[in-house]
């Protein structure tokens, strides 16, 4: 009998699987997620010099994407930029640590980048171009004063020539040597209209050349991801790694989508300016847009693979069954020495969060999840980032999780 009972209990233990692997797909991560390098070599003596390759490779990734023209910058600042500044800054291109799979012929490197500069010259460009400095109504309400001073000028002027023109007869009757008041305010009145138009040539001028410039500074940009110059930068990583080197870039549209990026966004922030750290703290909780909690119960359905593609578009049937596709929530710490006194009496920690970190299907469906590094989750990232100030050194740890 109980025997029996143990065949029953078996069978429906594993129709329960069964109907459970059916409603839902489990997601397996890959193992580059786990430790950032994927090997396989037979000689373990190759495996020492991993982790100083991928050091040097993901520093000159990052002074690659950071390179800029120092005479089209100079051009458009008024002032120098300092060196010290420039590293502080947030305008530039953001890159994520890489994902680094080996093979025995090449090495795969994924990168997260965030192209932040693009978006500063593109506005600096709309407002120096030359068809918006003369169609744009806000540009042209700046102009309203001059165009008044211009009218002005223009019907006093009228009325001067009208009176000349009257006047002119005689005195050239007359041969006088000497010249009436009227002619005079004419001649000063010519000298004003044309120093006029001469300062709004040379606005039209300066607004023209700023928009070549900013032209030439996205074109700079968007060559950086184009194959033709990422090969200078694989002959370098093919020395350090004697072998063939591939790149998969992934451009990000938003900075909170990466856990990488958007640490390093807040300590280049405190490290510029740590008074103001609670500040930089809540303008972030306010840019990150977390998905809605409605959807969180929603389970993906393998039958929409039969529907008609005629009837519905691919989105509507892949698209939604696409695992950790939104973002559910982040986690931002901040600790060490970031008191606002110049002397570092003691430590202090700041925290903000935004949504939840909780695996949706573990938590909320009740089914099992894959577990990295033992006890990181599968939909989380994780970031542990370290710097310094002139009174002291911080870390900072930030969490993304998706849906």
Same mark, same amino acid.
């Given at each position: 009998?109980?025997?029996?009972?143990?065949?029953?209990?078996?069978?429906?233990?594993?129709?329960?699987?069964?109907n459970?692997?059916?409603?839902?797909?489990?997601?397996?991560?890959?193992a580059?997620?786990?430790?950032?390098?994927?090997?396989?070599?037979?000689?373990?003596?190759?495996?020492n010099?991993?982790?100083?390759a991928?050091v040097?490779?993901?520093?000159?990734i990052?002074?690659?994407?950071?390179?800029?023209s120092?005479?089209?910058e100079?051009?458009?600042?008024?002032s120098?930029?300092?060196l010290?500044?420039?590293?502080?800054?947030?305008?530039?291109?953001?890159?994520?640590?890489?994902?680094?799979k080996?093979?025995?012929?090449?090495?795969?490197?994924?990168?997260?980048?965030?192209?932040?500069?693009?978006?500063?010259?593109?506005?600096?460009?709309?407002?120096?171009?030359?068809?918006?400095?003369?169609?744009?109504?806000?540009?042209?309400?700046?102009? /309203? !004063? =001059?165009l008044?001073?211009?009218? #002005?000028?223009?019907? $006093?002027?009228l009325?001067y *020539?009208? &009176?000349?023109n009257?006047?002119?007869i005689?005195?050239?009757?007359?041969?006088?040597?000497?010249?009436s008041?009227?002619?005079?305010?004419?001649?000063?009145?010519s000298k004003?209209?044309?120093?006029?138009?001469?300062?709004?040539?040379?606005?039209?001028?300066?607004?023209?050349?700023?928009?070549?410039?900013?032209?030439?500074?996205?074109?700079?940009n968007?060559?950086?991801?184009?194959?033709?110059?990422?090969q200078?930068?694989?002959?370098?990583?093919?020395k350090?790694?004697?072998?063939?080197?591939?790149f998969?870039?992934?451009?990000?549209?938003?900075?909170?989508?990466?856990? /990488? !990026? =958007?640490?390093?966004s807040?300590? #280049?922030?405190?490290? $510029?300016?740590?008074?103001? *750290?609670? &500040?930089?703290?809540?303008?972030?909780?306010r840019?990150?847009?977390?998905?809605?909690?409605?959807?969180?119960?929603?389970?993906?359905?393998s039958?929409?693979?039969?529907?008609?593609?005629?009837?519905?578009?691919l989105?509507?049937?892949?698209?939604?069954d696409?695992?950790?596709?939104h973002v559910?929530?982040?986690?931002?710490?901040?600790?060490?020495?970031?008191?606002?006194?110049?002397?570092?009496?003691?430590?202090?920690?700041?925290?903000r969060y935004?949504?939840?970190?909780l695996?949706?299907d573990?938590?909320?469906?009740?089914?099992s999840?894959?577990?990295l590094?033992?006890?990181?989750?599968?939909?989380?990232q994780?970031?542990k980032?370290?710097?310094k100030?002139?009174?002291?050194?911080?870390?900072?740890?930030?969490?993304?999780?998706?849906?």
């Amino acid at each position: 009998m109980l025997n029996l009972f143990k065949l029953n209990y078996n069978k429906k233990t594993e129709n329960k699987q069964i109907n459970q692997l059916e409603k839902h797909n489990k997601h397996y991560p890959s193992a580059v997620r786990e430790w950032n390098n994927s090997i396989y070599v037979f000689n373990k003596n190759a495996l020492n010099l991993v982790p100083q390759a991928t050091v040097l490779a993901i520093k000159l990734i990052k002074s690659y994407f950071n390179i800029y023209s120092y005479k089209l910058e100079r051009e458009i600042r008024s002032s120098r930029l300092l060196l010290r500044l420039r590293r502080l800054s947030s305008h530039k291109i953001y890159v994520s640590n890489g994902e680094f799979k080996h093979t025995n012929n090449k090495v795969v490197i994924t990168l997260y980048l965030f192209n932040r500069q693009i978006l500063n010259f593109s506005k600096k460009l709309i407002k120096s171009s030359y068809k918006s400095w003369w169609n744009q109504d806000l540009i042209v309400k700046r102009l /309203d !004063i =001059l165009l008044k001073r211009r009218q #002005l000028i223009e019907s $006093k002027a009228l009325q001067y *020539i009208d &009176k000349l023109n009257k006047k002119i007869i005689l005195i050239n009757r007359l041969e006088l040597h000497t010249e009436s008041k009227e002619i005079l305010d004419y001649k000063n009145l010519s000298k004003y209209l044309e120093i006029f138009y001469k300062k709004l040539l040379k606005k039209s001028l300066d607004k023209y050349f700023l928009y070549c410039c900013n032209k030439q500074l996205i074109y700079i940009n968007e060559h950086k991801f184009n194959n033709i110059y990422l090969q200078f930068l694989k002959k370098y990583l093919e020395k350090i790694y004697n072998k063939n080197v591939e790149f998969n870039l992934v451009n990000l549209r938003r900075f909170f989508f990466n856990s /990488d !990026i =958007l640490s390093e966004s807040i300590t #280049l922030k405190i490290r $510029k300016n740590r008074r103001k *750290i609670l &500040k930089i703290l809540n303008t972030l909780k306010r840019k990150v847009k977390v998905h809605n909690k409605k959807n969180l119960y929603y389970q993906p359905n393998s039958n929409k693979l039969k529907i008609n593609f005629d009837k519905k578009p691919l989105q509507t049937i892949v698209l939604k069954d696409i695992k950790y596709k939104h973002v559910t929530g982040f986690r931002i710490e901040a600790r060490g020495r970031l008191t606002r006194r110049y002397t570092a009496s003691r430590s202090i920690s700041k925290l903000r969060y935004k949504g939840n970190l909780l695996n949706v299907d573990s938590s909320y469906r009740g089914l099992s999840s894959v577990l990295l590094k033992g006890n990181l989750k599968s939909n989380l990232q994780y970031t542990k980032l370290k710097s310094k100030t002139r009174i002291g050194s911080f870390g900072v740890k930030g969490w993304v999780s998706g849906n």
